[in-house]
């Protein structure tokens, strides 16, 4: 158990629908990071929060947005969702925002969209 | 254009031997390198890590070497046990730049066969 915890694990919509994606990160730990997996492709970054603040965004879409809250947890927001969203997500955490070290990673979401 | 490349996508070894697992890099900019295990239905986990300033790092049965010049780093693991079998991602990141996010390959499947 890595402390990470990412709710829904599962979560089935449909195309043009708007999701939310929720992680609490390991106690400690200010910043989170997104990643999105989709198929045969590795890990993506999407974004990273620190403490509340956007620090750094990777390959997100317009049509995706985040926020980290003063209690530390974040959601991901996923809108006008089409085919291609379909994909785990998965929320890491780390305890500092630019040290080299491990981030810990939930167990994911996977989002199938119809 | 993939920074980080793993170019097989699966390897399988007998129990008891040797596993080896290569990764290559473009951005010579990366200096901090990571292994993560990923069983199925779960998060990645922390598997190893190496500093540019290192040519190698082992831990236990987990060794991880790194070529700068080669831009090339590979995880050797010896014994194999059918435990590793699992899919096992490179991942890559540049510390010290105000923002700190891991850059991976897209894995490769290790089955150790008893």
């Known amino acids: 158990d890595s402390g990470v915890t990412q709710t829904p694990k599962h979560l089935i919509t449909a195309t043009g629908q708007r999701v939310t994606l929720r992680c609490s990160p390991r106690s400690g730990d200010l910043s989170v990071y997104w990643y999105q997996q989709s198929l045969d492709q590795g890990l993506q970054f999407l974004i990273q929060y620190y403490n509340g603040e956007e620090r750094a965004k990777g390959n997100i879409l317009e049509r995706f947005s985040a926020q980290q809250f003063p209690d530390l947890h974040s959601e991901l927001n996923l809108s006008s969702l089409e085919l291609g969203d379909s994909a785990l997500y998965f929320c890491a955490s780390s305890v500092l925002q630019g040290t080299a070290g491990e981030l810990f990673f939930g167990e994911g979401s996977r989002l199938t969209v119809l | ?114």
Request: proline letters at 5%.
């Open chain 2, 1 to 114: 254009d993939q920074q980080v490349k793993q170019n097989s996508p699966s390897l399988s070894v007998q129990e008891g031997r040797i596993s080896i697992l290569n990764c290559d890099y473009t951005n010579s900019m990366f200096d901090y390198f990571l292994w993560y295990k990923k069983y199925p239905a779960e998060g990645p986990t922390f598997l190893i890590s190496i500093s540019s300033i290192k040519d190698k790092n082992e831990d236990g049965r987990f060794t991880v070497f790194l070529n700068k010049s080669a831009k090339h780093l590979s995880l050797h693991i010896v014994p194999s046990q059918p435990g590793d079998s699992a899919v096992y991602f490179c991942a890559a990141s540049i510390t010290g730049a105000g923002s700190y996010q891991l850059t991976f390959g897209k894995g490769t499947k290790l089955s150790v066969i008893p």
